[in-house]
């Protein structure tokens, strides 16, 4: 029986690699695990970037002239935009947030020599999902366009070149906002998973079943989990509740909390205010699978991932 990648029962301990002790023929992928996916520590990628050469976005399909900026404080330029739908008539929203961004740079894998970037693939997805779903009725309201964070960052926000814990944990809350700001109907957010054993592919989907719409949220994770394993041909990995990830998170305060802060309650000095609308975390591929890198990489790859979330998205939402 398959289980989620990160429950905390199949996740060995992790240990930070550092600069020193990282070889290019140790292994061809370097390796940080769903839990970096979701809490992010860049400091782990470090080094890796520095061996190898970058590769950026395989095309820039952000949606156009036609943005309009969401109406919340703090943000960055590019970030919580909205788009109308393609025929100026939509009623239903669909918020869709690119993981990761800026210097957070999400898990890193490689294929075929280069670097493949969570944070590159998931704008990449996200922005071509913006596209289908604008031209099918939908107005779609993004996280982020830009390589960037979603929260305008402080001096303080930063050390060593890698975002703070704390400004983590205030961009994912600004994401909700943007999400509530933007009166999304739907809240897509886009990650792509990582594991220690190369061998290890799939695709699985993350839902909070402790929001009064957790039923909601259960049939939108699984409407978007069967067209991703439909549209891909992956591995059906599964549908899980977000407290399954068990995260060692970066604080006590995450730790206790024990949900992602995007689509969990309420938690006083935590998060005061929750996204309002159903919503899924989905990990289409690995990136740490070098076939599935490959794919997650490609323009056609990420081409095919956007068009199953779309079918997701409607076969949830039903026509606009
Ligand atoms: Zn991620």
Same mark, same amino acid.
């Given at each position: 029986? #398959?289980?989620? *990648?990160?429950?905390?029962?199949?996740?060995?301990?992790?240990?930070?690699?550092?600069?020193?002790?990282?070889?290019?023929?140790?292994?061809?992928?370097?390796?940080?695990?769903? %839990?970096?996916?979701?809490?992010?520590?860049?400091? *782990?990628?470090?080094?890796?970037?520095?061996?190898?050469?970058?590769?950026?976005?395989?095309?820039?399909?952000?949606?156009?002239?036609?943005?309009?900026?969401? #109406?919340?404080?703090?943000?960055?330029?590019?970030?919580?935009?909205?788009?109308?739908?393609?025929?100026?008539?939509?009623?239903?929203?669909?918020?869709? +947030?690119?993981?990761?961004?800026?210097?957070?740079?999400?898990?890193?894998?490689?294929?075929?020599?280069?670097?493949?970037?969570?944070?590159?693939?998931?704008?990449?997805?996200?922005?071509?999902?913006?596209?289908?779903?604008?031209?099918?009725?939908?107005r779609v309201v993004m996280s982020r366009t830009k390589d960037s964070s979603v929260m305008?960052?402080?001096?303080?926000?930063?050390? !060593?070149? !890698?975002?703070?814990?704390?400004?983590?944990?205030?961009?994912?809350?600004?994401?909700?906002?943007?999400?509530?700001?933007?009166?999304?109907?739907?809240?897509?957010? *886009?990650?792509?998973?990582?594991?220690?054993?190369?061998?290890?592919?799939? &695709?699985? &989907?993350?839902?909070? !079943?402790?929001?009064?719409?957790?039923?909601?949220?259960?049939?939108?994770?699984?409407?978007?989990?069967?067209?991703?394993? @439909?549209?891909?041909?992956?591995?059906?990995?599964?549908?899980? #509740?977000?407290?399954?990830?068990?995260?060692?998170?970066?604080?006590?305060?995450?730790?206790?909390?024990?949900?992602?802060?995007?689509?969990?309650?309420? @938690?006083?000095?935590?998060? +005061?205010?929750?996204?309002?609308?159903?919503?899924?975390?989905?990990?289409?591929?690995?990136?740490?699978?070098?076939?599935?890198?490959? %794919? !997650?990489?490609?323009?056609?790859?990420?081409?095919?991932?956007?068009?199953?979330?779309?079918?997701?998205?409607?076969?949830?939402?039903?026509?606009?």
């Amino acid at each position: 029986m #398959t289980r989620p *990648i990160a429950k905390s029962a199949n996740v060995a301990a992790r240990t930070r690699r550092r600069q020193g002790s990282w070889s290019p023929l140790r292994s061809a992928l370097i390796v940080a695990l769903l %839990l970096t996916c979701v809490f992010s520590l860049p400091t *782990i990628v470090d080094a890796a970037r520095s061996v190898l050469p970058a590769r950026g976005p395989v095309a820039d399909t952000t949606p156009g002239q036609v943005a309009g900026q969401v #109406t919340l404080s703090g943000v960055q330029p590019g970030a919580c935009l909205s788009f109308p739908a393609g025929d100026g008539h939509s009623s239903k929203t669909v918020f869709i +947030d690119p993981g990761h961004g800026g210097l957070d740079p999400g898990v890193v894998g490689v294929t075929g020599g280069h670097q493949v970037l969570e944070k590159d693939v998931a704008l990449g997805v996200g922005t071509r999902l913006a596209t289908l779903l604008r031209d099918g009725g939908y107005r779609v309201v993004m996280s982020r366009t830009k390589d960037s964070s979603v929260m305008e960052l402080g001096p303080s926000d930063t050390i !060593a070149g !890698a975002l703070t814990a704390s400004a983590e944990h205030r961009d994912l809350l600004m994401r909700a906002a943007c999400a509530n700001a933007g009166a999304a109907s739907v809240l897509v957010s *886009i990650h792509f998973d990582a594991f220690d054993d190369p061998a290890v592919g799939g &695709t699985e &989907t993350f839902y909070d !079943a402790e929001r009064p719409f957790a039923a909601e949220n259960r049939r939108l994770a699984t409407d978007l989990q069967t067209a991703l394993v @439909a549209g891909l041909g992956t591995t059906n990995r599964g549908v899980w #509740t977000d407290d399954q990830l068990a995260a060692p998170t970066l604080t006590a305060s995450g730790s206790l909390y024990g949900h992602l802060i995007e689509l969990g309650p309420p @938690a006083a000095g935590w998060v +005061d205010n929750p996204s309002q609308m159903p919503g899924a975390l989905v990990e289409p591929l690995f990136l740490t699978n070098a076939a599935e890198a490959s %794919l !997650a990489s490609s323009s056609s790859g990420q081409q095919r991932v956007a068009a199953a979330l779309k079918t997701g998205v409607e076969k949830y939402l039903g026509h606009p």
